[in-house]
């Protein structure tokens, strides 16, 4: 058992793209201590930690485990996910993984359940959910400031590399899901999901695509992902009985704004019919409020919660378990994408979680 | 028969809220001569006629039709187009209709049939397809300076009027289905349509929406429409394999911007697999480019091709087979609604046109 | 003398450019009766006149001044409103100026003292002022919202008409002085004036040009004007100790912001330097408010403002004075204009107002 | 006299805000072995020393000019840069300054001679001139594409350190002088300089203000700096007869735009009247068009062009007249705002540089 106040030891498997910003910021959090980077490639990993300072870098997982550290990160490609979480849990290590937290719903199934049994943090690193600006929505959403939910749009299209291994929506719309997971109350829950994704260029996958997706309440969610798109666009619509919500990432001097705006329905009588509703319907044109949102890196608090989780025996903010709602998603995207866009059920993770 | 240069008579029949443009730009064309406004509200129709010079008010479409008039512009709600455009085809009356060309598309047939049977013009009032940045647009797609579509993405989103006899899809699609129509080479003819709608006030119809459309050669068409948005947006996205056309209504010192980015595959090797390709794939990060638009009035134009197409004994640019095509499309869409976002074949308008 | 509940009657003098927007507006106003356009050329008074209902066209402005009207307007240009507003008054007319008031301001003390002593109205159309943002402008400021003010710029180019009569000050600072004179509390008192201009095409006036004007309690106002700019931007900053305003003029859906962001200087100590004061200097990045501003036409509520100050006896909003306070920023301007940009002191219009 | 092949060895003085960035760059750079830091706060200099490899950490300038390094850079305040620069030349070091050059001409053009007399390089570091989108500009302008110059306006404001030692103009002005100096035909050579400044928080020294610099031709540059402004902007406008460009530094998506839009005057008769060319004016409402821009570190481009001077035996690009033509604007900006904005000739530097 860690004492509370000595630091966590850390590693960072995989030394690529993002290995290295979780290393960065584990190495400048006061909560842990870096101990080691793995990667196969061993001058890679030298590469990241020589600069951190006394890290290690070493090019065995094996080796790395026999070790006395609390917890490993894992920033390898999503194949791998399993096999390398499956190992560090067996060895009694917390894990955090890079979205998506598995290539399948059921392996990242066995890995929340062996995490389970072990009493260890499993916990998957959406990182924008630990922004300032999302973490300000699921207040405002939570404070029942937006009122009723009527639809939510996500938009995230850029120029982007086509992968070699995944599509747009497995490389894209994770961000998307696990943000839409985070701010809606009980977490994301479709009705049904219907996924239409373009390949023009014929790369063999879709390189543009559209997610639909009914919630409860008649609330619809759609997401746009793209990486053929020459503007740069990143940005969510939270409509609201009370109040609309625009998130716009790339405009620092205004990230969200919130619009008092709306249509109001008449009240029904008694014997209302939906056509008296209509008539009745006006317009609300209120002012527009930006919050002022702290100039944090979400890394930094994503590190802090995955050793909040660990010193407090209590599950991430953004579990395992949100990692698999978001695979349900978008395995269920993935059937409806081979059928033409037909309707299809995700899993419902709240049977796995016990809330059904 | 008209002569060459004798004004050509109209009269506007409906005097809401289209009517009186219309109404306005017959009278302000050197081709018409506009000779009356006919409306049952008898005083509205008065409104309308009165400060726009020695032009008649009547309330009766019968009488109107009984005189000398060339051409009759329709209107009127979309349920009343086809009583009214085949009683006027029938007195041997051009006819202009307002968007959509009727509330079925086997009315709408029957008017197409009816008009040529006659050899009379009817034409849609498309109105977009004659501003001059969709005009733009379709250029420089027919000269291939966008090179192979790769995808189109139309947004028409603002708080709006919530109609009592139609949904957002009827009341907004129509405009960006006939800009597609128009711009597409060989016009829209999508192989299927998902359409997906909210009602979160509960008022009865789809208040919010998207339609998904697949073309030939893996084009993904999406339309979004929304009375319910906060933010007003009418936005034309082209994305081609060579340049991608941003359309952005709401901007008068940009409406167009061409940018010249994209995304390069590698040439398949002989025995070329997908993965070469996509292994090879590099950016274009080009210039932008935006050309110059002419500021003149849609309206004007429009008006100004109906006499041309009378008097060349031509179709109009827009005309009765634009108008089917883009209610085959709202078809499929409701029925596509009614079942879930089902992927609903619309009824191929090149069977009507003999094309096929 | 009039009924309260009759009409007053207004005749127009000028059917140029602007006269127009004010016949409209008198003539859908419930206030006043529009009788009469005057302009030398008939021809253009009758085409303004005829759309409007019974309202006569005439050429001369004594024949016009011996009917029964209230009140004229002009709307000719500034070297002639002199010799007519003089006529109306001395007709016993309530008088409205086009701006600015006269083309001097020797000019233009005669025709406020002439209403004066006649106690008629003399209201100068500084039509800004009626707008729903600067009126929020006015009030933000008036109730403290703000703080102490720190400076103002004002910032008004386009590509414009090369005026054959005036240069781009005269031209276009009118609006942002008046705009200045209307909310700033006490009016637009500048300690002095200096102006630069710019004259690249060689036209023999200015087409650009930069106002300083340092206001008490070392406030600095800068108006920037330019007729050869390719971006059309209208924007006015407002910079206080406590909150910022901006308003651009050109964005209909954020027409005002409210940004309450600014600079913290410590406490002085009892014997407190500034060093220290700069030494302790913090940032507050707070909240963006955007206040719903109704949509309401500025030149309606002008028009009601002339029959309240009319019928109450009372100056209007934008009296004689404000007319008087903004020539003689102009004045001083040209003459700085004439010696390199030379600080000139304006004629205290406060002396002339009796205020010091 | 080094090697063609051999990597200059260079130190840096200063380890506050931009040292760290000049080592960073020095130590990427193939051109150069960044050897050590010097500050006289010994730790700081390891913080920023240690990170970048076998670089030394020295707290004494006298023996780092003891060692055999070719260069040093100054990254100090501006009041220690002449004694710092005037003993490395005296050491026989080629001499690379932060911004501004010096505290004040004199003492800058003592360096300027220093470095003469010895044929060392002593380069500015105007670190915007090696911008891609500057460089672009001067291009632009070289190349006649904007026809004659016609106006000229810099935009540097946003919340911003009150500087304890010198005001706003000293500390960010000189980015637009040095920009303004490289863009310009002939280098910044105003007929004279007026500054007005505003401290409304009684600090002691200007917190934001203008300069205006009639230029020669009768083009007015404008230039507006400002701490305490809420909203940050960074532009450049430059307004020529054939075309105007912007240059808006905070939109990575289209930093530059070149507007095809101007005014026209019609052509003088040969007895031709300022007048007539006035009524002959018309409006050009070309394309607009946004070169791309490579994405390019300036702090990378300005390391080797300091390299480049000293291996060619050539003048930097910024070399030290760029620096005294800033200065000798900044001097005469001080003088002006002494004497409330009185017009102050600057220094002539084209005496100093031989040129006149």
Redesign the interface.
């Known amino acids: 058992m860690t004492a509370p106040h000595a630091r966590l030891k850390v590693a960072v498997v995989g030394a690529g793209y993002w290995g290295p910003n979780l290393a960065r910021n584990f190495a400048a959090s006061t909560e842990w201590q870096l101990t080691a980077i793995c990667d196969m490639d061993l001058a890679r990993a030298h590469r990241v930690a020589d600069?951190l300072g006394p890290v290690a870098a070493v090019a065995s997982l094996k080796t790395l485990l026999d070790t006395d550290v609390d917890a490993i990160a894992i920033a390898t490609p999503a194949r791998t996910h399993h096999a390398i979480a499956m190992e560090a849990l067996g060895a009694g290590k917390h894990v955090l993984v890079e979205k998506p937290l598995a290539d399948s719903i059921g392996r990242a199934r066995e890995m929340v359940d062996a995490a389970s049994m072990s009493s260890l943090v499993l916990m998957t690193d959406h990182t924008y959910c630990y922004t300032p600006a999302v973490a300000k929505i699921r207040e405002l959403i939570a404070e029942g400031r937006l009122g009723?939910?009527?639809?939510v749009d996500s938009t995230r299209i850029n120029?982007g590399?086509?992968?070699?291994d995944v599509d747009v929506f497995w490389d894209l719309a994770p961000h998307d899901l696990s943000i839409l997971d985070f701010i809606l109350p009980g977490g994301l829950h479709p009705d049904?999901v219907?996924a239409?994704?373009?390949?023009?260029?014929?790369?063999?996958r879709s390189?543009?695509?559209?997610l639909?997706m009914?919630l409860p309440?008649?609330?619809?969610a759609?997401v746009?992902v793209?990486?053929?798109?020459?503007?740069?666009i990143r940005q969510l619509?939270v409509?609201g009985?009370e109040r609309?919500l625009?998130w716009d990432d790339l405009n620092p001097?205004?990230r969200l704004s919130i619009?008092?705006?709306?249509?109001n329905?008449g009240r029904e009588s008694p014997a209302g019919s939906?056509?008296r509703?209509?008539?009745q319907?006006s317009?609300r044109?209120?002012?527009?409020?930006?919050?002022?949102l702290p100039e944090r890196e979400a890394l930094a608090d994503m590190v802090a919660e995955f050793a909040g989780a660990i010193r407090g025996h209590r599950p991430a903010r953004t579990d395992g378990h949100a990692g698999l709602r978001v695979l349900s998603v978008l395995e269920a995207a993935s059937r409806s994408l081979r059928h033409?866009?037909?309707?299809e059920q995700p899993e419902d993770m709240r049977l796995v979680e016990g809330l059904l």
């Open positions: 600069p009723d939910l009527l639809f120029l590399l086509v992968q070699p049904s219907s239409f994704g373009g390949d023009p260029l014929g790369t063999g390189c543009l695509g559209h639909m009914p309440n008649s609330v619809m759609h746009q793209n990486w053929l798109s020459p503007t740069k619509v409509g009985s609309t625009v001097q205004q619009y008092d705006r709306g249509v329905l939906r056509q509703a209509v008539e319907v317009y044109l209120g002012d527009t409020w930006s919050p002022a033409a866009g037909l309707a």
